[in-house]
């Protein structure tokens, strides 16, 4: 329903112009906005009129109107003096007021579509018909972009970006739990996925700038029908978690991007007990201490390039090969050599997503 605060500024920006104060009641005589002191003021009764046939009646030296929504009546509008011109202001204020429920009722019944199809609540002939009365484009190019806060119910966040977004009619933001953020945007026909990044790159600056709040960002793929927005959901949700377990380091993630870690993100849970027991015989080995790790998270982030590798550890070289060899000694695997290297990576990689999977548990 259509915020007290709406109401208020329209009655304030009326009152200005006009100079005829105004009163927004319900239909008990309970005042929700007024731009005049209304504690001693005897309106009569206000339920009386909202139970008679009559749309508007002069009471009290005061013209009262009749608000509906949907043939019910919502609310009974003041207009102070009982002249020509309070008459005429008045209805001005009620077919304002009036404009602004229907406006707000769609963009609630749009958000609501949304909700559904994002998760599967909806047959496909219900996605198309709803679209349809709700005037969305069902051919279109969008992604779903889904924003997650480190606080929950982050109001701040989600009304900045709402005010980003203001202007852009086929936009949809709305949120289904206590921290993510949905945005399903529409794209131009020539954006691609490096307009995206850029999007995603914007939020995360005004998001840390206006809301001083640490967001992560992730996105699906590029979809073309309306029925594809839950599975560019889907992937978005995908990509946000595989972030976390792999590319911790990156605060935007774009399920395009995802390599590897999208397939261990994949596999059951006995396979990958499985693979680690082969491996590790169950489990990393103790001496792989924080120290040991980033040692060999360098040294794969430098293409197994010994000399880069001592450079940037500021190690010399002899003592960077001495803590490989020391690896070799415990896991079995040379990681100086690429097949053992790649299994190690492989390795690490789904030791990760093992604990995260039992931290969600």
Not at 40 to 67: L, P, T, W, Y
Not at 78 to 90: P, T
Not at 280 to 292: C, I
């Amino acid at each position: 329903m259509i915020s007290s605060q709406v109401i208020q500024k329209t009655l304030d920006e009326l009152r200005m112009i006009t100079r005829i104060d105004l009163c927004v009641m319900d239909i008990d005589g309970k005042v929700n906005s007024t731009t005049f002191a209304t504690e001693e003021e005897d309106f009569g009764d206000v339920r009386a009129f909202a139970e008679s046939m009559a749309d508007s009646q002069v009471m009290k030296g005061c013209h009262f109107f009749k608000i509906y929504d949907n043939q019910t009546v919502e609310y009974i509008l003041v207009a102070k003096g009982g002249n020509e011109d309070a008459y005429m202001i008045g209805r001005v204020a009620v077919a304002e007021i009036q404009n602004l429920i229907v406006a707000y009722k769609e963009r609630f019944d749009k958000s609501n579509f949304i909700q559904n199809l994002i998760l599967d609540n909806l047959l496909l002939v219900d996605v198309y018909n709803r679209a349809k009365k709700l005037h969305i484009a069902v051919e279109a190019k969008r992604v779903v972009l889904l924003v997650e806060t480190r606080n929950e119910k982050d109001q701040d966040s989600m009304e900045i970006l709402k005010n980003l977004f203001i202007s852009r009619n086929n936009d949809f933001i709305t949120a289904i739990d206590e921290k993510n953020i949905i945005i399903v945007r529409t794209l131009e026909e020539s954006d691609g996925y490096e307009e995206i990044e850029n999007i995603a790159n914007m939020i995360v600056d005004m998001l840390n700038a206006e809301a001083m709040s640490q967001v992560r960002v992730s996105y699906g793929n590029i979809i073309h029908e309306i029925k594809d927005v839950s599975r560019s959901y889907k992937e978005a949700k995908m990509a946000l978690d595989v972030g976390k377990i792999f590319y911790v380091e990156k605060n935007i993630v774009g399920y395009n991007n995802l390599g590897i870690g999208r397939l261990i993100y994949q596999l059951p849970m006995p396979l990958c007990e499985m693979f680690m027991k082969e491996v590790f015989g169950g489990k990393l080995p103790e001496s792989l201490d924080d120290e040991t790790l980033n040692t060999i998270n360098k040294f794969f982030d430098n293409n197994l390039n010994i000399s880069e590798t001592s450079r940037q550890l500021f190690l010399h070289r002899n003592t960077l090969v001495y803590r490989l060899e020391k690896i070799q000694k415990s896991t079995g695997l040379d990681i100086r050599v690429f097949d053992d290297a790649l299994t190690f990576k492989i390795a690490l990689m789904v030791s990760s997503y093992m604990d995260f999977m039992k931290k969600q548990d």
